[in-house]
């Protein structure tokens, strides 16, 4: 046995970690040229680079979304490359170029002629080809117009807000009386689940476990932005399973809805009602897998962003005493002057919680729940004098945005009075998109955490159990304890 002495070993160190760095570097070099160099010179991308062969830049973005500083991926590249606002790199699986200054992102969310929908092969597959993610500009469109109206605008949102204040003021008075902490994430999961299937599936609740269900969505959110990888163990695997259990509930209650409306005809319909009575100019109807790839996601939607949008807003204000104190007063003051005839909240009063809009516009820059809206070149694309090739993602960085310090003084303080006086310019505030794809459910959701807010505000007050709590950031900002706390009714 030949023992090597301290030069050798050194010798030998020296050479191991110099082959790393050849092949590290060739890899990336090959990745390089595989994606950027056979352009041709002519092309003249954003700075950035493409990342190790299949992966990309997936383990350096993991790696930032998993820590406490999840903004440290784009602080890199602008202190890399300089504030450009337009970077390369490869994620999700395909090139991509990345939009993270308002001018940018305007431009990109409001170019429907070059630019399409550009999500993840995860979310494409999970939400379905019929769905919102997946249908043209044009399908996109005329659905737009068919299916929002009953949830846009205030006739439509008057006609919730007595819904929504009977969910919250049960669930809240329930919470108080818990003998032990509560998950506030899940308690606002069920909350927010309960609304929305009320709306979307009215009376045909009954004929749906709705526990199953919202456990279902948890697992089918998980694998949304995830690497399509299909084998055990895999969040994209376990999501797929969950779309299919949901596609066989779903049916189910398509049959049980058109069973009961041949028997009866309501006067009163809820969204699968529309959806099930929707034709195009030639007079076709939707076939049931479109129904139930749009239930999907506008469940998925309505059941994610209301509840995360209250958790979150709930724990700035017991974090930020005086802002809780100030929004409370104007709750009480819209109180004092209600007629005493009066039962319940309506939209005159709504629009007048001007400090608690502000309070909850701040909840959605800083917390940016969505940190990325996803787009796809269908041509060549110039922007700011850089090319976006044909085929290539583009990503509207939100995160990159809202944090940005030549944006916003002090982004990472919770701070409502800077919405005072204050007017986003486009491109600035994107936490449920901008142009025709602007969330469709976004009203409805902001009406949604009002509402609650207004009766917490009030009466209650909040402890958590574990106050510093790291959090985590995919696929959405949450505790990780998911808000382990206790819910107390002031008197």
Not at 300 to 325: C, K, M, N, R
Not at 418 to 439: H, Q, T, V
Request: aromatic content about 10%; hydrophobic content about 40%; overall charge positive.
């Amino acid at each position: 046995m030949v023992l090597l002495d301290y030069s050798q070993w050194l010798i030998l160190v020296a050479a191991l970690l110099g082959g790393y760095a050849f092949v590290f570097g060739f890899l990336r070099r090959l990745n390089e040229w595989y994606y950027v160099g056979r352009l041709g010179k002519s092309q003249n991308l954003p700075p950035g680079d493409m990342g190790w062969p299949f992966f990309g830049n997936m383990p350096t973005f993991l790696k930032a979304f998993k820590s406490a500083d999840p903004d440290s991926f784009i602080n890199n590249l602008v202190s890399r490359y300089g504030k450009t606002g337009m970077y390369r790199t490869h994620l999700f699986g395909s090139p991509s170029i990345i939009v993270c200054t308002p001018e940018t992102c305007r431009k990109v969310l409001t170019d429907e002629e070059n630019l399409k929908v550009g999500y993840p092969h995860s979310t494409m597959v999970l939400t379905g080809k019929r769905s919102f993610h997946g249908i043209s500009n044009s399908e996109h469109k005329r659905l737009r117009r068919l299916i929002t109206s009953p949830i846009n605008g205030d006739e439509a949102l008057s006609t919730y807000i007595s819904l929504i204040e009977d969910s919250a003021v049960k669930h809240l008075e329930e919470l108080s009386k818990m003998n032990t902490p509560c998950e506030f994430l899940k308690e606002m999961r069920k909350f927010a689940f309960e609304v929305i299937t009320t709306i979307f599936i009215s009376s045909d609740r009954d004929h749906v476990d709705l526990g199953l269900v919202e456990n279902l969505y948890i697992d089918l959110l998980k694998g949304m932005k995830s690497l399509a990888i299909n084998l055990t163990g895999f969040a994209f695997h376990k999501a797929l399973k969950a779309r299919k259990k949901l596609m066989k509930l779903l049916q189910a209650l398509v049959d049980q809805k058109r069973r009961n409306n041949n028997k009866v005809k309501k006067m009163k319909k809820d969204m699968m009602d529309l959806l099930m009575e929707v034709k195009d100019e030639e007079g076709r109807m939707l076939e049931d897998e479109d129904i139930i790839d749009l239930l999907l996601v506008f469940l998925l939607a309505g059941h994610e962003s209301s509840a995360h949008g209250i958790l979150w807003t709930i724990i700035y204000l017991i974090d930020h005493p005086h802002v809780f104190q100030r929004a409370k007063k104007e709750q009480e003051e819209i109180m004092e002057t209600r007629p005493s005839t009066q039962k319940g909240l309506n939209l005159k009063e709504i629009k007048q919680m001007q400090y608690l809009s502000k309070v909850i516009d701040e909840m959605l820059r800083i917390t940016t729940i969505s940190f990325a809206n996803f787009r796809r070149a269908k041509v060549d694309v110039n922007i700011n004098g850089y090319t976006i090739p044909k085929g290539w993602k583009v990503l509207v960085w939100n995160r990159g945005v809202h944090m940005d310090p030549e944006i916003y003084t002090n982004p990472k303080e919770y701070d409502p009075s800077r919405w005072e006086n204050y007017k986003a310019k486009a491109g600035s505030f994107n936490p449920f998109g901008l142009g025709s794809r602007l969330c469709p459910g976004s009203d409805l959701a902001k009406l949604e955490i009002t509402i609650y807010l207004h009766h917490f505000l009030l009466n209650y007050r909040m402890e958590r159990i574990n106050p510093d709590c790291p959090v985590t950031y995919l696929p959405v900002p949450r505790p990780k304890d998911n808000c382990l706390a206790r819910i107390i009714k002031v008197t």
